[in-house]
């Protein structure tokens, strides 16, 4: 497989990122052996229980996982509305449910990843695409605290466009935002079917991220560690 650095990769128009578990880690914390209860307590004006919040809670990731119509994707609070119901409870709390699975599936930038982006920042156009249930309003807070949201032009969630990928809406929507073609950009994920299967079917070149086996649709690259985005060590500091 061929080296992966921009030089390599004749500095693309725009990389378009994945998140997490590809720029964001120690998200989707969302098994039953999480303490919702904790977080849903930190909340203002919660009246539920601490067993039935996480009974709840369980049942609207239960639910969200089953959804069976992806082009149809619901807004979380309208799933744990729907779970409350079915569970004789009152709708009112739907919103607090909704920011307790939020803040549990948002993670962290860690420092390794907002410095790679500033260093790309300097070379190439970056935007964001990723699949999330919650809204995105967790994520873009934390772009903030992290000095990152200026770095990317276009920032995609599925759950506002209420798609997932590797549904081509959601890349094409980027695609459009970003006013390019599919073949002036360079997808990075981690995933080799909402990612690389994703991005690569529409002419996207893309890179695999991590150890996982290959998708259908073979990346253009495919490294370890995303440090090898990165250009030469002489050529950081120069512009596009």
């Not at 970003?178 to 990075?188: G, N, T």
Request: charged content about 25%; aromatic content about 6%.
């Amino acid at each position: 497989m061929r080296p992966l650095s921009l030089q390599h990769l004749c500095r693309p128009e725009a990389v378009v990122f994945d998140l997490h578990n590809t720029l964001m880690f120690g998200h989707d914390r969302l098994g039953p052996e999480q303490d919702y209860a904790s977080t849903y307590r930190q909340l203002d004006g919660g009246r539920l229980p601490s067993e039935l919040v996480d009974e709840v809670v369980c049942a609207v990731v239960a639910d969200r996982w089953a959804w069976n119509e992806p082009g149809l994707l619901p807004p979380m609070e309208q799933v744990a509305a729907r779970v409350l119901r079915r569970m004789g409870l009152q709708g009112e709390e739907a919103a607090r449910i909704a920011e307790v699975v939020a803040l549990h599936e948002v993670g962290v930038l860690p420092q390794a990843s907002r410095q790679l982006l500033h260093t790309l920042r300097r070379h190439t156009r970056l935007a964001l695409v990723s699949n999330i249930w919650s809204d995105s309003r967790l994520w873009h807070d934390h772009f903030d605290r992290c000095g990152v949201s200026q770095l990317f032009e276009v920032v995609v969630f599925s759950s506002e466009l209420g798609c997932d990928k590797p549904d081509p809406r959601i890349f094409l929507e980027a695609l459009d935002q970003l006013d390019i073609v599919a073949s002036e950009c360079l997808f990075v994920g981690d995933d080799p079917v909402a990612d690389i299967d994703g991005a690569g079917r529409l002419g996207f070149r893309t890179a695999l991220v991590g150890p996982r086996p290959v998708a259908t649709h073979r990346p253009d690259y495919q490294r370890s560690t995303l440090a090898e985005l990165l250009p030469p060590e002489g050529d950081r500091h120069g512009g596009r």
